[in-house]
């Protein structure tokens, strides 16, 4: 999967980024900017691209690194983009929360007010990365599971298999489970 994003900082806390996963990219490192509570966590690494470093804010706060970004399939002929990074945390009204990554990641949440601590959730079916919160988290996007086949020109129209919802292009079945679910 995806790597996680980097932590917020403080000034004695080392950098930290978030390791890659199996098919994903690092996450981006996290930032103190010099003054107590001005940390920002790095995004969340995508399926292709690496979380964003946090940066310097403005007026002294923090922003939170955008969520690398995701990849784009195309299954029976409609573009899908999944695996995004989620957004990292930021620090205050001050600065814009960072964006998840293209293929569902959630938005970074900020540490003030409190209202925007939470980081938004991933995605449906989309196995995105939750954005990082100045208080709590956001979950990662439940995934998806795409599994299609070959048929026979004469077989059109019909599947092999069972499970999923079930469309056909000229020359595939297409099962796609946004559930769990037997094939």
Do not use: W
Not at 15 to 44: D, F, Q
Not at 57 to 85: C, D, M, Q
């Amino acid at each position: 999967g995806s790597g996680g994003g980097g932590g917020q900082r403080d000034g004695s806390s080392p950098p930290g980024r978030g390791a890659a996963g199996a098919l994903g990219s690092a996450g981006g490192s996290g930032l103190n900017n010099g003054s107590p509570g001005s940390s920002g966590g790095g995004g969340g690494g995508g399926f292709t691209a690496v979380g964003a470093d946090a940066a310097p804010g403005p007026y002294g706060p923090a922003v939170g690194g955008a969520g690398g970004a995701g990849i784009t399939l195309t299954i029976s002929g409609s573009p899908l983009a999944v695996g995004g990074g989620g957004g990292g945390a930021g620090q205050n009204t001050g600065v814009p929360k960072a964006p998840g990554g293209l293929g569902g990641g959630g938005e970074g949440g900020r540490h003030n007010p409190p209202s925007g601590r939470v980081g938004e959730n991933g995605s449906q079916n989309t196995g995105g990365g939750g954005g990082g919160g100045g208080g709590n988290g956001g979950s990662g996007g439940p995934g998806i599971v795409v599994v299609r086949y070959q048929i026979s020109s004469s077989q059109s129209g019909t599947a092999k298999a069972t499970g999923g919802a079930i469309s056909f292009t000229p020359s595939k079945t297409v099962h796609v489970f946004t559930n769990s679910g037997d094939f």
